[in-house]
């Protein structure tokens, strides 16, 4: 039997973003890629009830996520959710919540494929803050979007998840992946001094 391939994942921006192992210190403006970690969404009937068994019920309002060991749980809905890994814990727990949704029987919601389908970029630094009011119409003033928010809007002239880090001190923005090279160019218009990079997966 001939054991097949699999080929290794290329994702929009490999050739353009320096790989680093490590997250920016903390307060540095920068724009990371973090789209090749790995990430779940869910959708439809089944999911906020899947979510809850698993120790990971939505919250009652959906402009909040929730934060838990190792995940950040993101609302979209009653019945939709994406679930984010802490890009400095262990990768193993987006793992192991997926093994255990494709071991439980149904209802379970459906996989949205957002590993796939959705960029994530984080914004961190002063340059990142006062330049958002040129990416967004949305009220991004830590006031009006404090920690832990989290807003379906528009984002660059497209459709955008923006959320603001349990810590206060990063903006992740979800959306299109296909849309990569352009978002990337957008910001490095408006923020001429941001450093990129990209987080290894």
Known sequence: MTTATIATRHWPLSQRLPAVDRLPASGESWLT???ALP?????????????????LSL??????????PGLTLVPLGA???????DPH??????????????QSPGPKGFDAYRDETWAWF???GP???QALPLLTALDTRPAAFPAAAVAQTRVMHMDAVILRSADGGALDL??????????????????????TARLAG
């Not at 779940?40 to 979510?51: Q, S, Y």
């Not at 019945?79 to 890994?85: D, G, N, S």
């Not at 959306?175 to 218009?189: K, M, P």
């Open 33 to 35: 890629d973090l789209s």
């Open 39 to 55: 990430r779940m969404g869910l959708r439809g009937p089944g999911t906020a009830d899947w979510l809850a068994a698993q120790g």
């Open 59 to 68: 919250p009652g309002p959906i402009d909040r996520t929730l934060d838990l």
């Open 79 to 85: 019945e939709e959710a994406v679930i984010l890994p």
């Open 89 to 102: 814990g262990d990768p193993g727990a987006i793992r192991r919540l997926r093994d255990a949704w494709r």
């Open 122 to 124: 984080r914004l961190t």
């Open 127 to 129: 340059a990142a803050e």
């Open 174 to 195: 979800l959306f299109d992946i296909a849309s990569s090279g352009y978002a990337l160019d957008f910001i490095e218009d408006v923020i001429p001094d941001i450093r």
